[in-house]
């Protein structure tokens, strides 16, 4: 069974930087791709980063050159790194694990990241 646990969470003023973690079990770890969501109140669950099996990466635009995804294999954990926060950044965030082969995404519960300005 694939679990996802998400960490790192929290409030930050505006320009600060946070590092989100989000460790996997239950899978080969390596072999999926993974990726960061992020929901705001009242909105749809948006991606916000990608990372493949082979790193290659996707951004949203809305946090191209600030956010940056990472995976370590030998731990089954993902990471992204925020900085330069905005208050428009405040969401629950989300890491899912694409099953190989398929569009099927396994899913963590969500932290919370709170920017005040």
């Known amino acids: 069974q694939v679990q996802l646990v998400e960490s790192g969470g929290g409030s930050v003023q505006a320009g600060g930087s946070l590092r989100l973690s989000c460790a996997a079990s239950?899978?080969?770890?390596?072999?999926?791709?993974v990726e960061w969501y992020r929901q705001a109140p009242g909105k749809q669950r948006d991606l916000v980063a990608s990372i493949s099996s082979g790193d290659i990466t996707n951004y949203a635009d809305s946090v191209k050159d600030r956010f940056t995804i990472s995976r370590d294999n030998r731990k089954s954990t993902m990471y992204l790194q925020m900085n330069s926060l905005k208050p428009e950044d405040t969401a629950v965030y989300y890491c899912a694990l694409r099953r190989l082969g398929s569009s099927y995404r396994y899913w963590g519960r969500g932290t919370q990241v709170t920017v005040s300005s």
């Open positions: 239950g899978t080969i770890f390596s072999r999926n791709a």
